[in-house]
């Protein structure tokens, strides 16, 4: 019995102690030495666990090794896929974007297409547009890019047209030089290059390189002043009668893949054909002699009479 005794003593002075701790505090500090007695204690116990996760780092298998590099080569691909479709559909729009303010400045409708194929000829510089007669496309339409004029449509399909390049050599385009206007005509050049040949440009003919060539409107084919080409040579043989002219392309000809076709504006041509038959009419009328023109006056001012 005193053994028990004892032991109820000894939950009791447990239970006060523990009451006033709770309530007054006063084993904190003798908790926070024990802290530091205990400590090795942990870490000791700690052991075999850090050891065991050790282990299974060294003697991870090379199978899983293998694996988990392949899963992550394939998640690496995925993402640079990914990355670069991201890419292409950024400079796509780009491209859409500049196209449609090219567009802005055109006079009539303009019809979007694509180029889906390249004429295997290297002699024959043609592309094929996925836009044909069902969508009203006829042949000699002006096909043109965000940058600059490409070509003319020459064979029109059901649903594509082929259309001939301005580097073709059977292909002349009708310019000006945007500068001060001197008119000239831009051949394919007859080599493979993708570049034109002024033709019949006279020595006394200014033009000079980085001149801006643009469409001059003439044979009413083209949009007029819309851009052509930059001439990047001028050589002028003191033995021939034609200076020979090269120039560069502005359009996108080897990697462009949205254009536009320009269907004529009905208003604007019969505007443009009234203004060049006034214009022609005007220049034909002889000028008026010193009495017509002050009899003219005199007939169209009333006098007055003095009263």
Known sequence: MALEYRALAFILLAVCIMFADNRFDYLDKVRYG?????????????IPTRVSFWIDDVFVSRTDLLEENAQLREELLLAQRELQLMESLARENSRLLQLQEASAVINGEVLPAEIINVSPDPFSKRVLVNKGAREGVFVGQPLLDANGLMGQVDEVLPFTSWVLLITDSHHVTPVEVNRNGERALARGSRTTAAELELEFVTQTQDMKAGDLLVSSGMGQVYPKNYPVAEIISVFADPGQSFST???????????????????????????????????????????????????????????????
Not at 34 to 46: H, R, S
Not at 249 to 271: C, G
Not at 274 to 284: G, T
């Open 34 to 46: 024990l802290g530091f007695a205990t400590t090795p204690v942990y870490w000791v116990a700690d």
């Open 245 to 307: 002219v090269r120039a560069r392309p502005l359009a996108q000809l080897d990697s462009t893949r949205h254009v536009m076709l320009v269907f004529e504006d009905k208003d604007s041509e019969a505007q443009s054909a009234v203004e060049e038959a006034i214009s022609l009419s005007a220049e034909d009328m002889p000028p008026a002699t010193a009495p017509q023109a002050e009899a003219a006056d005199s007939n169209s001012v009333p006098q007055v009479e003095d009263q």
